[in-house]
T-cell receptor, first 110, second 117 residues
Framework: ELKVEQNPLFLSMQEGKNYTIYCDYS?????LYWYRQDPGKSLESLFV?????AVKQEGRLMASLDTKARLSTLHITAAVHDLSATYFC??????????FGTGTSLTVIP | DSGVTQTPKHLITATGQRVTLRCSPR?????VYWYQQSLDQGLQFLIQ???????AKGNILERFSAQQFPDLHSELNLSSLELGDSALYFC????????????????FGQGTRLTVV
């Protein structure tokens, strides 16, 4: 059974600080996705990582993928309050079905 | 707006009842996926359809079923509802159904919040 684990589950950080969210998965896949979810809302696509060593950046967020280690990271640089949300990683299998991690609830404190 | 439309947005029903959730994918998308999000189970893949055919099943209960119609909209039918079925049900769509492809991004609808009382 495919397992996707994220840590930490909860993250409270001050504005201006840096932090990294980790996503480990248990089976071979070269496709990993990061989504953001605001409370009661839908999932917003942040990054699509399609190969080993892929790195993508958008604003204060940067995601990377290491398929050999089965690990992806989401790095937050100089956090701002607007980044407060729950972040999910998802591993895609051959049929494009997503298996989501547990989610990381991020709160950025002014 | 992702382009994926789900109706209704909210649904309250009693235990033992049956409900139907509807999803219209983005224009041009052939694949539809259903996901359930609950506090205890997290986000779980339920089932996938591609161009009218079932392609993959995840953790979908036997009381649940789905179909995709010729116009590509999909319905998720939930029957003999239990309190534990209360959750947010998401539909997602994408163009293709198999990797590896340049763009396999899936777009999610706003979800249907089901409350079973």
């Amino acid at each position: 059974e495919l397992k996707v684990e994220q840590n930490p589950l909860f993250l409270s950080m001050q504005e201006g600080k840096n932090y990294t969210i980790y996503c480990d998965y248990s089976t071979t896949s070269d496709r990993l996705y990061w989504y953001r979810q605001d409370p009661g809302k839908s999932l917003e696509s942040l990054f699509v990582l399609l190969s080993n060593g892929a790195v993508k950046q958008e604003g204060r967020l940067m995601a990377s993928l290491d398929t050999k280690a089965r690990l992806s990271t989401l790095h937050i640089t100089a956090a701002v309050h607007d980044l407060s949300a729950t972040y999910f990683c998802a591993v895609a299998l051959t049929g494009n079905q997503f298996y989501f991690g547990t989610g990381t609830s991020l709160t950025v404190i002014p | 707006d992702s382009g994926v439309t789900q109706t209704p947005k909210h649904l309250i029903t009693a235990t033992g009842q049956r409900v139907t959730l509807r999803c219209s994918p983005r224009s041009g998308d052939l694949s539809v996926y259903w996901y359930q999000q609950s506090l205890d189970q997290g986000l779980q893949f339920l089932i996938q359809y591609y161009n009218g055919e079932e392609r993959a099943k995840g953790n979908i209960l036997e009381r649940f079923s789905a179909q995709q119609f010729p116009d590509l909209h999909s319905e998720l039918n939930l029957s003999s509802l239990e309190l534990g079925d209360s959750a947010l049900y998401f539909c997602a769509s994408s163009v293709f159904d198999r990797a590896p492809l340049l763009n396999t991004e899936a777009f999610f609808g706003q979800g249907t919040r089901l409350t079973v009382v």
